[in-house]
């Protein structure tokens, strides 16, 4: 069974730039989980999705959006980016709740 | 004050020890989870706990309900055990992990 994807493994932006990560979930999963670790900090959730709808979104700015398809994959889009903005940013995936959530490999992203 | 407490924050055994990392937490939950994480980042999630006790492998974790408290327990450690370990806690409609600053790992030969 393939477990969580996330692409691309590294992404380098600029200031003000737009960034697009992706995710796809364990085959059967409907809900996927956005999290970010910055340099120094410990993970903090970002957004929750299930069944294509935002079901909460944790203490980050308009900038960070994303949504689920309808193969709830998933994209994150951070918009207007900033240097703080540089981190991992990890997809989980579980069964609807409460089910242990999967997490990816992870995305990297780099702010010049 | 922060909402997940590990202790410690790092962790030096030599290979075949006993070791146990601990969490603490001040919100009420629905279950907790113990998450190893490598250098490169890619997490594991090792258990979800909401009573009782679990075990796998050479793997044990624990909680307390009452107390607000959950160990992480590894016995007869291995040099590839060394990981960042990581408490999170999750709980209600909200489905959030808040999650602890985790345990740095080193377990030496």
């Known amino acids: 069974e393939a477990g969580v994807t996330q692409s691309p493994t590294h992404l380098i932006k600029t200031r003000g730039q737009q960034a697009t990560l992706r995710c796809s979930p364990i085959s059967g999963h409907t809900s996927v989980y956005w999290y970010q670790q910055a340099l120094g900090l410990g993970l903090q959730f970002l957004l929750w999705y299930d069944e294509g709808e935002e079901r909460n979104r944790g203490n980050f700015p308009p900038r960070f959006s994303g949504r689920q398809f309808p193969n709830y994959s998933s994209e994150l889009n951070v918009n207007a980016l900033e240097l703080e903005d540089s981190a991992l940013y990890l997809c989980?995936?579980?069964?609807?709740?409460?089910?242990?959530?999967?997490f990816g490999d992870g995305t990297r992203l780099s702010i010049l | 004050k922060n909402e997940v407490e590990q202790s410690p924050q790092n962790l030096t055994a030599q290979e075949g020890e006993f070791i146990t990392i601990n969490c603490s937490y001040s919100v009420g939950i629905s279950a907790l989870h113990w998450l190893q994480q490598h250098p490169g980042g890619g997490i594991v999630s090792l258990f979800m706990l909401s009573s009782g006790k679990k075990k796998h492998g050479r793997l044990i974790a624990t909680i307390n309900i009452q107390e607000k408290h959950s160990s992480l327990h590894i016995t007869a450690s291995h040099p590839r055990d060394s990981a960042v370990y990581i408490c999170a806690v999750g709980g209600g409609a909200t489905n959030k992990l808040i999650f602890g600053t985790g345990t740095l790992l080193a377990v030496q030969p």
């Open positions: 989980a995936s579980s069964l609807a709740y409460p089910q242990p959530q999967h």
